[in-house]
Nanobody, 116 residues
Framework: QVQLVESGGGLVQAGGSLRLSCAASGIIYRINTMGWYRQAPGKERELVAEITSGGSTNYADSVKGRFTISRDNAKNTVYLQMNSLKPEDTAVYYC??????????WGRGTQVTVSS
């Protein structure tokens, strides 16, 4: 099994920055994709950013230029640097690990609140 533990959420003013971390443990294969999703109240969960073990990245249009995803393969950890935060970025942020295309694991989530 795989466990994902997120950290780094909190309350920040608009224009501020936060850095999220997600550490994976358990049976982790060398080739995988890790990513961040978010879910605001009353809305569906959406992709924020993802990164493959080879370093390829994909971002939601709404965060391009403001958020940066990175990872440390040796530590099985993915990071999300969030700059120029906006109130509409307020959501619970979830970490996801995908392996072999069919094995998907989620963290419990961390709250990010951006005040105006």
């Amino acid at each position: 099994q795989v466990q994902l533990v997120e950290s780094g959420g909190g309350l920040v003013q608009a224009g501020g920055s936060l850095r999220l971390s997600c550490a994976a443990s358990g049976i982790i294969y060398r080739i995988n994709t890790m990513g961040w999703y978010r879910q605001a109240p009353g809305k569906e969960r959406e992709l924020v950013a993802e990164i493959t073990s080879g370093g390829s990245t994909n971002y939601a249009d709404s965060v391009k230029g403001r958020f940066t995803i990175s990872r440390d393969n040796a530590k099985n950890t993915v990071y999300l640097q969030m700059n120029s935060l906006k109130p509409e970025d307020t959501a619970v942020y979830y970490c996801k690990l995908s392996q072999w295309g069919t094995m998907h694991y989620w963290g419990r989530g961390t709250q990010v609140t951006v005040s105006s």
